[in-house]
């Protein structure tokens, strides 16, 4: 199959084209691997092939909405057996799954082809995908800017074509951001309605979320009738919809009433592009005939930003213990902005992590409150166009207080001095409008509707109610049809050896 062909197709008519027997398992399969051949050697989208096992999958017999269809997981909480998943850190690199999770088995029953594991930084804990164990990964649209994290080897190899849609997850704000990063689209969905388990159960208490990045609004909502539902062993059943998701991409949605901001809600800057995309959004949706206004949710976004690190940093402190008491690794088996952060999450104590965790009422029911007078809420994805690779590496000022840190063991005193607030504003500052969904547990979604003068994506977000999937879905696939972005791709690739790994 040739890849111009391949390129004009999503996941849904690709997989029509196997059912009618126009093109085999086998040729997707050779044709995704070729354009990953291609690409790779510029994006490192990729940390894990699994060429061979993709191929005598796709040699077999598939059945299912999608099979046939080449796919990608992302190398964190996406269990592939036998197969490690490395969550970006180099102490996990070798150690195998021991069963999948069951997200990916109901991925395999939808009859995709998986053949490779995407790139991610450290334990996701990082708005881009710069890890020392996978490598840079970088941008389609500029290979000299991020794709964004912490999905971001997977939306690279999706804007470049790889694969039409792949796997993802979002623990505050790792669909979106690059999804917005990557000219994608990006659903996140609410608490609970695509499963993380069997291991792990929740993480963060049930805000981080599976999904997917894709290229079309029905590429998503057939995925999410494929991930979407309770199992035997999750923590509580999710009500789903009557229908499918697939089936209200076609029906726009009534005309909603949708509040606006994009005043930054942490305080930080804001560039001028982020706002012109919600400004293009708005007189979309207007000439769409909604009722958009500008809206503020009320929320002490601040304190959600404060709580929301309060409780990362204690997580990923869990995540390096648990992982050297299973690899028995010190700790040069870790990045080291991986251990300055875990060693401020060691200085949270306990009645501070139960009352962070106890405010998570109160933003959900201010951010109720809102949508009790607006259907939806718009803001920027991103607050910048996507950073320059290495520009946000930590300067050499904080990683010296680190380096203190974590030799005095004063991490408490470090949260009583500032630090906190600085912590806030340079990892928050880029990306301060994604969190609040993860905390509150509704369902977000980043749609492609802006570029900016330098012909980079810079998409725009909106966070619905409870429930909310579907009409994020209708709303996005109504967008779609009015300013369309299929068809628009990367107009360049510079050759592999200009920018290094």
Known sequence: MEYAEYRRCDAVGLAELVTRGEVSAVELLDTALSRLDAVDPTLNTVVQRLDERARVRAEGPLSGPFAGVPFLVKDLLQDVVGTPTGSGSRALAEIPAAQNSVLVDRWLDSGLVIFGKTNTPEFGAKGITEPEAGGVTRNPWNPELTPGGSSGGSAAAVAAGVVPVAGANDGGGSIRIPAACCGLLGLKPGRGVVPTGPVGGEPLHGAVSNGVISRTVRDSAAMLDVMAGTYSAAPYAVGGIAGSYAAVVSTPP??????????????????????????????????????????????????????????????????????????????????????????????????????AHARWADYIRDLAAFHERYDLLLTPTLAYPPARVGELATPMWMRALGSVLMTTRMGRLARWSGLIDKVIDDNLGRTPYTQLANITGRPAISVPLHWTAEGVPLGVQFVAPLGGEALLLSLAGELEQASPWFDRQPPFLPAPEVYPK
Not at 274 to 286: K, N, S
Not at 300 to 321: C, N
Request: hydrophobic share 40%; glycine share 10%.
């Open 254 to 355: 009534r005309r909603l009433r949708i509040g606006y901001a994009t005043a930054s809600p942490i305080g930080t800057g804001v560039d001028p592009e982020a706002v012109a995309g919600v400004d293009r959004a708005v007189v979309l949706l207007d000439e769409l005939g909604h009722r958009v206004e500008p809206a503020e949710t009320g929320i002490d976004e601040r304190r959600l930003a404060a709580d929301f690190l309060t409780m990362w940093f204690a997580s990923l402190a869990l995540e390096v213990d648990d992982a050297r008491r299973r690899t028995g690794c010190g700790p040069g088996g870790f990045e080291f902005d991986t251990r300055m952060l875990a060693e401020l999450g060691r200085s949270v104590s306990a009645p501070d992590y139960l009352a």
